[in-house]
């Protein structure tokens, strides 16, 4: 299938960065970017950011991440449930990003945070069950960002799919590196979404991480290169 190609980064994308990514990789069909401010880790999106991304000249969609929690904080339903009422929360009363119109929100579950099962129905269910006060309901629709080859998620995913069927109608967004895990523009990019995949049950996988910069790279700031299912940009806000 066809797929479009996008980046993520934890940087504040303004017009001399998106230009430096576009004149050595290509322009970007979306970008990933965390919703809010995580010291040391990553920049939040802004009023100024979003309206440059949406504006005329530049109309990029988002790809909303949630990652204002750490590998402490995935072992309980409640965990699960602060996490993602933190998430509703911000996006609808901080960022104005419009509910009711099935954009995701995508936990951040680095390979190495230890999430079970529990952790993961806390966060999908509480998509379903909860909305602020005014917003329609559900707000927004439950994601993850995860390795489906390493770590705690391949397990805790199918334990907490068979489960709870809100878990089962959660996205993913896979972050396993392809087979060069070299950051790359559209034309070298894969052709599919099909990245490593351990689990066991069935899944909606909707996008790839295929290739991930962990120091440097042609620009200022490093980026990590996707790839998304086209039928599945309505995610995107």
């Known amino acids: 299938m066809s797929v ?73 339903y409640a965990q699960g449930q602060s996490a993602a009422t933190a998430a509703i929360d911000y996006a609808y009363s901080t960022l104005g990003i419009p509910a009711g119109e099935g954009k995701a929100i995508f936990a951040d579950l680095e390979e190495s945070y230890p999430v079970s099962a529990k952790w993961l129905q806390g966060w999908a269910d509480t998509f379903f069950f909860y909305n602020p006060s005014g917003a329609p309901s559900p707000a927004y629709a439950p994601g993850v960002y995860a390795n489906l080859e390493y770590g705690d998620f391949p397990s805790a995913f199918c334990t907490a799919s068979a489960n709870d069927s809100n878990v089962s109608l959660t996205y993913i967004w896979a972050n396993k590196a392809d087979a060069t895990g070299e950051v790359t523009g559209p034309s070298s990019a894969p052709t599919s979404i099909s990245p490593i995949n351990d689990l066991t049950c069935k899944a909606l996988i909707v996008g790839w991480q295929y290739g991930s910069v962990t120091g440097g790279n042609d620009c200022a700031n490093p980026i ?14």
């Open 4 to 76: 479009v190609w996008g980046i993520d980064t934890a940087t504040t994308l303004d017009s001399s960065y998106l230009n430096c990514i576009e004149s050595h990789y290509g322009k970007p069909g979306f970008v990933g970017r965390y919703l809010k401010t995580v010291p040391n880790y990553s920049e939040g999106l802004s009023a100024i950011e979003i309206s440059f991304l949406h504006g005329s000249k530049v109309n990029l969609p988002i790809l909303l991440i949630w990652n204002s929690f750490n590998s402490t904080e995935v072992n309980t």
């Open 224 to 237: 990590d290169s996707d790839v998304w299912n086209p039928s599945y940009t309505g995610l995107l806000w």
